[in-house]
């Protein structure tokens, strides 16, 4: 039987429900991190390593170490069952000092089955020039477990990825002299003139003077000569925590795979008029064996016997959506239609194609 069907799960939410800090609507110029990489062994392993045969990178970097170690194994064959080859990634924070921690994230390389209990050996991390910025090392703690026997198998979660928290030490600090800047820009996470016109207007309200300037839809200037404080740091400290109101386009955003539909505060619907049915076609298959007379000549055959149908819902006739001023609005005039799961988002796409959604339309 082939049956086609529609579900359908509707949550609005508002775009925003007030004033945002300045912090969590920008980044600051300057102010960033940096990726660190590195290619490290994992010890301790109950038997879900690297098979050294298939994964001749985990047996040189082994012996490596091993021999760095003072331990000569120069021609000796070794099958070890519990080591594994990694890579170890990270991103060092802005301002991060020698001496201070970070996280990292290892994961295997080779056909490890599982870092479930290992443990990483000291493994230098590189930035983009090549220079090591900090050291790894430390108990991993995988995000899933894996268990099999001969003939069944069960893996839950990523267990061939795991995390150490604080499990890198920095050794080299990134060369910014901030305190030097005249100037300082701010890039909006989300590019837009009325958010932006409104983070200029909100830091020279606060300071009393011209000191924020928008340059573009993504991007504020401050001069920090004219803020008259301290340093850069607290111009920053006293710009990031004032509130503004953000503006957001008008937004539909439809997942057609789980049958979610978000829509922002600011959706509107002209009037229209909407007819919809539901389509059912099944085919049923049921066989029959037909035998030849006892003591005769001939043999066994199967003839196929087939059902087809075709079912037309007629649905709840031309029924009118009256415009939307407001999101409530919007979605009881959607609701009112009482269609079956998953037409809503067929209905949606058909308003749009019809001009009549005013908003950006998402499909995921």
Do not use: W
Not at 73 to 94: D, H, I, M, S, W
Not at 324 to 344: C, F, I, Q, R
Request: proline letters at 5%.
């Amino acid at each position: 039987m082939i049956r086609l069907l529609f579900c359908f799960i509707c949550c609005a939410v508002p775009a925003f429900a007030g004033p945002i800090r300045i912090k969590d609507l920008v980044e600051f110029d300057g102010v960033r991190g940096n990726d660190l990489v590195g290619y490290g062994l994992v010890v301790g392993l109950n038997g879900t390593g690297d098979g050294l045969g298939n994964a001749p990178f985990t047996e040189e970097i082994m012996s490596n170490l091993l021999e760095r170690l003072g331990v000569n194994v120069a021609g000796e064959k070794y099958r070890p069952k519990n080591v594994a080859a990694v890579f170890v990634t990270a991103t060092l924070p802005a301002f991060a000092r020698a001496g201070g921690k970070i996280d990292i994230t290892v994961s295997t390389i080779g056909d490890s089955k599982s870092l479930q209990g290992g443990t990483l050996v000291m493994t230098p991390l590189n930035g983009a020039d090549g220079q090591i910025y900090a050291v790894a090392q430390g108990t991993i703690i995988a995000g899933g477990i894996a268990a099999q026997g001969d003939a069944a198998r069960i893996i839950q979660g990523v267990p061939t990825a795991g995390t150490i928290p604080s499990g890198a030490r920095v050794e080299r600090e990134v060369e910014f002299d901030f305190t030097s800047l005249k100037s300082i820009r701010m890039a909006l996470r989300t590019p837009d003139f009325t958010t932006a016109g409104r983070i200029e207007d909100a830091i020279n309200a606060d300071f009393g003077r011209p000191v924020a300037a928008m340059l573009d839809s993504g991007t504020v200037a401050i001069d920090l000569d004219a803020a008259q404080m301290a340093s850069p740091a607290h111009v920053l400290g006293r710009v990031e925590n004032i509130s503004v109101e953000p503006e957001t386009r008008a937004r539909v955003v439809v997942d057609q795979r789980s049958g979610t539909i978000v829509m922002g505060e600011d959706v509107r619907i002209s009037r229209v008029a909407i007819a919809q049915g539901n389509l059912t076609l099944r085919i049923e298959e049921a066989p029959m064996a037909v035998q030849p007379n006892p003591f005769s000549e001939g043999e066994t055959i199967v003839v196929p016997r087939s059902t087809v149908g075709l079912d037309v819902a007629g649905g709840n006739g031309l029924a009118e959506i009256t415009a939307g001023t407001d999101l409530s609005e919007v979605v009881a005039g959607l609701n009112a239609l009482g269609v079956a799961p998953y037409d809503m988002i067929d209905i949606l796409k058909s308003i749009n194609a019809a001009g009549a959604l005013h908003a950006e339309f998402v499909v995921n």
